[in-house]
T-cell receptor, first 116, second 117 residues
Framework: DTGVSQDPRHKITKRGQNVTFRCDPI?????LYWYRQTLGQGPEFLTY????????KSRLLSDRFSAERPKGSFSTLEIQRTEQGDSAMYLC??????????????FGPGTRLTVL | GDSVTQMEGPVTLSEEAFLTINCTYT??????LFWYVQYPGEGLQLLLK?????DKGSNKGFEATYRKETTSFHLEKGSVQVSDSAVYFC????????????????FGKGTMLLVSP
């Protein structure tokens, strides 16, 4: 098991461009989370999948943000028409959970986005 | 809403000094509490956790006790090492049954620890 991986590790883009990040969770994990971490702040929850179902997306920052997990394995986070305020570290985490219990979330190394 | 407040850093200590990083929380119900650590260039790692009042989480010489009466979960270590230099995050999670069936983490802003030889 290699843990949670994210790609790319760094992304520099110009304002107005679209970007897509990928997260590969630990293989047997059925839950996947996306967080955003800005400088000097703790991670902030964005969205959550159980298998391929996106069960919580009300915390996505705007309608420019979207996420998918089409086959219940890897996930992508897309930001359309990027703005300078989108510059941040985007973290992915996964966990294995039966219903009704907390399970440890394992975090990936993050994708650092810089919007020029 | 739920929130976590940590002492601001950086905390600068000499090797073998005693460490305390304060953490208090506000939450509906009785959350689980966590300390995560982030080493430079790496992802967050769970350091320790406590799931109910008076529980003590411990790992790698670090300890924290869940104090419901003071809504606190302070991190302590008796003798820090240079390798402990990192950013430490306190976090809480509501029980999934109280949070629409899933548990997400609410983090504090993090406290940077710098340990010098």
């Amino acid at each position: 098991d290699t843990g949670v991986s994210q790609d790319p590790r760094h992304k520099i883009t110009k304002r107005g461009q679209n970007v897509t990040f990928r997260c590969d969770p630990i293989s047997e994990h059925n839950r996947l989370y996306w967080y955003r971490q800005t400088l000097g702040q703790g991670p902030e929850f964005l969205t959550y999948f159980q298998n391929e179902a996106q069960l919580e997306k009300s915390r996505l920052l705007s309608d420019r943000f979207s996420a998918e997990r089409p086959k219940g394995s890897f996930s992508t986070l897309e930001i359309q028409r990027t703005e300078q305020g989108d510059s941040a570290m985007y973290l992915c985490a996964s966990s294995l959970a039966p219903g009704g219990t907390y399970n440890e979330q394992f975090f990936g190394p993050g994708t650092r986005l810089t919007v020029l | 809403g739920d929130s976590v407040t940590q002492m601001e850093g950086p905390v600068t200590l000499s090797e073998e000094a005693f460490l305390t990083i304060n953490c208090t929380y506000t939450a509906t119900g009785y959350p689980s509490l966590f300390w995560y650590v982030q080493y430079p260039g790496e992802g967050l790692q769970l350091l320790l956790k406590a799931t109910k009042a008076d529980d003590k989480g411990s790992n790698k010489g670090f300890e924290a006790t869940y104090r419901k009466e003071t809504t606190s979960f302070h991190l302590e270590k008796g003798s820090v090492q240079v390798s402990d230099s990192a950013v430490y995050f306190c976090a809480l999670s509501l029980h999934p049954l109280m949070n629409s069936g899933y548990s997400t983490l609410t983090f504090g802003k993090g406290t940077m620890l710098l340990v010098s030889p």
